[in-house]
Structures are given as structure tokens and as C-alpha cells.
């Protein structure tokens, strides 16, 4: 079956899987699927979407799409050759409540939505067949251990170094998220000095 039918089929059951999640955890009844060329030879993985993407339906738009495609200038990859999707393809988030006034604050997902989403990416991945996984931080790392039963470490020790993960063709590249640089700016010159490694890995690839 074609790559485009797959993944429409999957995603379908994923949508159909999250119907049945409570909405206290998150915005399960909206979930945003992977974006970009189906045939790409690199996929990025970020974390999960905030309401910018659920409000467009595509992973890494708004702000989080203008860091990410600052990232991609730096490496010189353009975003029309990448596949983007996320580990957890649901807003998830914490909700308070003051009066008839409802909140919602982005969250990290926890491990168990990490773990329970795996098996999506895990598919996700078999059909899109990329040559080049980068991963964005740790939640899509975790989501790597969970699908490929490696034990990987955290994105402090694994940043800008290609990794050969277990029983798996592709080659798993961890950089920060494009937000750790906002929230801890020493990390900027770090995350530049990987991107411009993730160029040279591109280069060996072609
Ligand atoms: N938007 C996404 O789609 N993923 C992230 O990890 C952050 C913002």
C-alpha cells in the first residue's frame, strides 16, 4: 500500500485511541498529525503540540515553527525536504480553574503518554523509512528508548552525536529542543555547533 494511505490509516487509529483519553490530561480530542514530504530521508521529532498547532493542524508552526526553521538555516536542510511530527500528538496540558474561568497550560507529557504514544511513532517511522532521525530534547529520545528498547541517556549527554539505535536502519541525531536556548541561552553557541554537525552528517549521507 502507498506511503500516503498508511499513514492516513494510522493516523485514523490514533485519533480513534485518543477519542477514549480523559481531557484533563489534554487536547485529545484534536490531535495533530506528522507534516511535511512522506518521502523525506529525515524526519525531525519534536515533543508534542501547543495551541498554535492544534489551532492549525501542523506540528511546529507559530513560534515553535520560527525556532525550528532558525535551526534549519543553520544546518542548511529545508523544511519542504523534512518529514516534522511529534512523540505525543496531542496537546497535553495541565487545566485550573478559578471561578467559571478554565485554564489550560502547556505541560511535558509524562512518561506513560510517552510510553502509550510509542507504538504510534514507532509505525509512524516504519513507513516514512528515513535514513536521518533528529530528535528535539528528551521526550522524543524517551519515545526512542520505548521503541527500540535502548537504553539512551539524556539530551545533556547525547546532543550532536550520531547514534545507531537497536534494531533500527536509521541514524538517530539528538539536538536540544529549539525552546532550551530561550530558557538557558549558554546552551545557544551548544545547539549551534550541533547543528552544523547534523550538516556534515547530512553531507555523508547523500
Ligand atoms: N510545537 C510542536 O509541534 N512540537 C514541539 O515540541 C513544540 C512546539
Not at 15 to 37: H, M, T
Not at 64 to 75: E, F, I, P
Not at 159 to 176: D, E, I, T, W
Request: net charge negative; with cysteine.
Amino acid at each position: 500500500m502507498e506511503r500516503a494511505k498508511l499513514l492516513s490509516e494510522l493516523n485514523e487509529r490514533e485519533r480513534a485511541r485518543l477519542s477514549s483519553l480523559s481531557a484533563e490530561k489534554g487536547d485529545c480530542a484534536s490531535p495533530v498529525f506528522g507534516d511535511g514530504d512522506i518521502n523525506a530521508d529525515i524526519v525531525f521529532i519534536g515533543e508534542a503540540p501547543g495551541a498554535n498547532e492544534v489551532q492549525m493542524g501542523k506540528p511546529f508552526v507559530g513560534k515553535a515553527g520560527l525556532q525550528l526553521d532558525h535551526m534549519l538555516t543553520v544546518c542548511e536542510i529545508e523544511r519542504k525536504a523534512l518529514y516534522v511530527t511529534n512523540a505525543v500528538k496531542y496537546r497535553t496540558w495541565t487545566c485550573t480553574e478559578m471561578g467559571s474561568v478554565k485554564r489550560a497550560k502547556n505541560r511535558t507529557p509524562s512518561l506513560a503518554e510517552i510510553r502509550d504514544s510509542a507504538p504510534m511513532l514507532k509505525e509512524e517511522l516504519a513507513i516514512i523509512s528515513p535514513k536521518v532521525i533528529v530528535t528535539l530534547g528528551n521526550t522524543p529520545l524517551k519515545a526512542l528508548e520505548y521503541i527500540s528498547g535502548d537504553n539512551l541517556g539524556s539530551i545533556g549527554e547525547l546532543h550532536g552525536k550520531p547514534y545507531l539505535l537497536k534494531g533500527m536502519s536509521a541514524v538517530l541525531f539528538p539536538l536540544y529542543h529549539p525552546a532550551s536556548g530561550i530558557y538557558n541561552r549558554s546552551l545557544l553557541p551548544v545547539m549551534e555547533d550541533d547543528l552544523h554537525k547534523l550538516k556534515e552528517l547530512q553531507i555523508m549521507e547523500d
